[in-house]
């Protein structure tokens, strides 16, 4: 049964989102659909998104977790390298468009949580 809009579900401990460094992955179901997401930290705020790159409909990182540039300002398409802004999802440069899906994050008590939508849910086991 689908859980209501909004439910945080725990997802990882505060310290496991390093600085610009790798993603964690998790599975959630959009639209009906399992997909892979990630989740990562940049000036200090943890962020996640579908692992879906809107130029196609792809995983971002060719090696697993690895999403940041070398300058660590950008998400960056290892396939033809679209790049997305941290902060936002949205395309900084490119063959995207528009913008990766944000999945709503909170973090307290050294505890990260996403956030249930109408179209986003945890995977059933
Ligand atoms: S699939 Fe991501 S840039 Fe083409």
New binding site residues.
Partial sequence: MALPPDTAVDLCASADLVERGMALPFDVVFSGQTWRAFAIRYQGVAYAYLNR????A?E?DYEPGRLFDDSGEWLL?S????AYAPQSGQCAG???RGGLVKISLSEGAGVVRWHTAYNLQPVEF
């Fill in positions: 790159c809107t130029h196609v792809m971002l398409c396939t033809h390298g679209a490119g063959p995207c």
